[in-house]
């Protein structure tokens, strides 16, 4: 697998924005349908989603919800968006995306997640435009400054580093970069960044990726974007302010609630 792509000529492609949507989930259960707003979770992701779409001139197509079952397909129609039945054993989301981009006919897959319901239109639109503007990058992803200090020590906040072009160097749960002599004087959050997961492919390069077997990196740090690096692979990354995180936990679904409410 290479890691550059050479440029087509014709028209400019046009994107999907694919959810993947799994009804089990351990530490929040059946939190895509969870409602207290009035609308499910995954209800609020598409909006969003549909919000990109409509902000995009044309340069995204569709929204898609790839769920695992009925229910949830039926909560992202109702919600406004196309969904499709997929195999509920996919082990990862990017599995589940792949399958559903098999039927799809555009050269740009955008992979959000279905449980981050407040995700900015500005920065899908800026991360599908990494490649749609790129046609040499294959892959693509986000990342944002940290939200607090500490945020750094935490194995739950993934941290990416970048070279001059904007590509990512690595990405670990480990605090990095290092700082060798400490961060006194100096604040992490202008110089690390969180990773965020959301990520963009070229159509034929992600059915080739989802078929790579697991890097010892990335089984090592639980982290399924190294596998791509692992194997060679560029990918692009763009800065973004203002996106908060996804909902987890019980805690974060009542803060989302909260601010819901707040700005309703």
Known sequence: ?????????????????????????????????????????????????????????????????????????????????????????????????AEAARGLSEDVIVNLQADEPEMPAAAVLK??????????????????PLSAPEDLEKSNVVKVVLDSTGHALYFSRAPIPFARDGWAGRDPCRTALRHLGLYAYRKEFLLAYSKL???????????????????????ACAVVDGVPEGIDTPDGYAAFVKRFAQRK
Do not use: F, W, Y
Not at 2 to 17: E, I
């Open 1 to 97: 697998m290479t890691a550059r792509r050479k440029s087509s000529a014709g028209q400019p492609g046009r994107a999907a924005l694919v959810l993947p949507a799994r009804l089990a989930s351990t530490r929040l259960p059946r939190k895509l349908l969870l409602a207290e707003t009035g609308r499910p979770l995954l209800a609020h992701a598409v909006e969003r989603a549909l919000a990109a779409r409509d902000a995009s001139q044309g340069r995204i197509a569709r929204v898609l919800v790839a769920a695992d079952c009925e229910e949830l397909a039926a909560a992202a129609r109702a919600a406004g968006a196309e969904a499709v039945l997929t195999d509920p054993n996919h082990k990862s989301g990017t599995d589940r995306v």
């Open 213 to 235: 077997p697991p890097s010892a990196l990335e089984e090592t740090e639980k982290l399924e974007q190294l596998r791509a690096l692992s194997a060679g692979i560029r990918i």
């Open 127 to 144: 991360l599908a435009g990494l490649l749609l503007d790129s046609p040499d990058d294959v892959m693509a992803t986000l990342a944002a």
